[in-house]
């Protein structure tokens, strides 16, 4: 039983890695749209500069090579761009989950030195109701209401 990894309330849980593939590549999709329309616009010029250079019109072929150029020139600049942004709203995000974590943990300290000023309350109370049971006791004594031996 040594061997169970039991989880831990310090695990972060990434939600990226539970995605599948599919998932994933449809989240990064949506998360940088430039990119896959970028990749689709060069497939299409590629294919059109093909056919250009099997029917054997070298001028068609060459305007779509060149667009093929430019194309993927926008692509690189929307993905190194798109990734830019993306990593400063993850800084932020990354932030804010810390702000986060530092609210709950103050939470969770206010909370638990709340629990011990009950707890020390509750022992002042305890002393004190074993304060005056003492006294009374001490009390009957002196009065002689109460014999230190016990009946026979």
């Known amino acids: 039983m040594a061997s169970v990894n039991y989880p831990s309330s310090f695990d972060k849980k990434d939600e990226f890695e539970d995605m599948s593939i599919l998932d994933k590549i449809w ?3 949506k998360q940088q749209p430039l990119v896959p329309i970028g990749c689709l616009a060069t497939c299409v010029a590629v294919a ?3 056919k250009g250079v099997r029917t054997g019109d070298r001028v068609n072929a060459q305007k779509w090579f060149r667009w093929r150029v430019g ?3 926008l692509t690189l600049v ?5 990734s830019y942004i993306y990593d400063r ?5 990354r932030k804010t989950d810390e702000d986060l ?7 969770r300290q206010d909370l638990w030195i709340q629990e011990l000023e ?3 309350q509750e022992t002042k109370r305890n002393k004190e ?3 005056l049971a003492r006294a009374r006791l001490e009390a009957e004594r002196s009065t002689g209401i109460l014999d230190d031996e016990p009946p026979k």
């Not at 974590?101 to 939470?107: I, L, N, P, T, Y």
């Open 27 to 29: 989240f990064r999709c």
């Open 101 to 107: 974590a530092r609210e709950k943990a103050q939470h």
């Open 129 to 131: 109701r074993a304060r």
């Open 89 to 93: 709203q993850q800084v932020t995000q």
């Open 78 to 82: 929307a993905l190194v761009g798109g």
């Open 71 to 73: 194309l993927q020139g």
């Open 48 to 50: 059109l500069a093909a």
């Open 118 to 120: 009950r707890r020390d």
